[in-house]
């Protein structure tokens, strides 16, 4: 089975741009998850969605981001607009579904951002 | 609200010899823990979990005991190698809270 596909892998770009971040969860699992990860800050959780609706954005840093899930398929990050300081890795993962807080939640490979 | 503290790295240690990283938690309830890996370059990996306290989680010659009347989750191998190299989230989740609370993380290197 394919685990949680993150796309671009990499992303450089400059301040003042609109930065987007795709994530396919594993199918069948109806929770996804959007971390942040900084050497400053470690992880930090930015939103999470079950069955598609956003359930918790109280890790979003500010107005400049936004997440949505179109469909149980499909999750988007986006970053308008980006700033330096937003440089980090970005992981999305997925988990089983709600109310299912001892399963595991499987991770991304992550999107390395840089804002120059 | 829920935290995790892990002991400060980074930690390098002799191939062979005995890990352990500490991990303590604050919650309220019955919280389930975990034991992420994340290796250069990659995602969090799940290592191991424990769901109910006494319970030992273990993977790869890794093992945790959930300890409740410490409030600890500490990982430990017996004998490490240059593959376990990597950095060691702890981590929680609680009842009514499904977000996964993460420890500052450990790195570990192993030396030949």
């Known amino acids: 089975d394919a685990g949680v596909i993150q796309s671009p892998r990499h992303e450089v770009t400059e301040m003042g741009q609109e930065v987007t971040l795709r994530c396919k969860p594993i199918?069948?699992?109806?929770?996804l998850f959007w971390y942040r990860q900084t050497m400053m800050r470690g992880l930090e959780l930015l939103i999470y969605?079950?069955?598609?609706?956003?359930?918790?954005d109280s890790g979003m840093p500010e107005d400049r981001f936004s997440a949505k899930m179109p469909n149980a398929s499909f999750s988007t990050l986006k970053i308008q607009p980006s700033e330096p300081r937003d440089s980090a890795v970005y992981f999305c993962?997925?988990?089983?579904?709600?109310?299912?807080?001892?399963?595991?939640?499987?991770f991304g490979p992550g999107t390395r951002l840089t804002v120059l | 609200g829920d935290s995790v503290t892990q002991m400060e790295g980074p930690v390098t240690l002799s191939e062979e010899a005995f890990l352990t990283i500490n991990c303590t938690y604050t919650?309220?309830?019955?919280?389930?823990l975990f034991w992420y890996v994340q290796y250069p370059g990659e995602g969090l990996q799940l290592l191991l979990k424990?769901?109910?306290?006494?319970d030992k989680g273990s993977n790869k010659g890794f093992e945790a005991t959930y300890r409740k009347e410490t409030t600890s989750f500490h990982l430990e191998k017996g004998s490490v190698q240059v593959s376990d190299s990597a950095v060691y989230f702890c981590?929680?989740?609680?009842?009514?809270?499904?977000?996964?609370?993460f420890g500052t993380g450990t790195r570990l290197t192993i030396i030949p």
């Open positions: 424990a769901t109910k306290a006494d």
């Open positions: 919650a309220t309830g019955y919280p389930s």
């Open positions: 981590a929680l989740t609680n009842f009514g809270n499904e977000k996964l609370t």
């Open positions: 993962a997925s988990r089983t579904g709600p109310g299912a807080s001892t399963d595991t939640q499987y």
């Open positions: 199918s069948g699992h109806n929770s």
């Open positions: 969605f079950n069955n598609n609706v956003p359930i918790d």
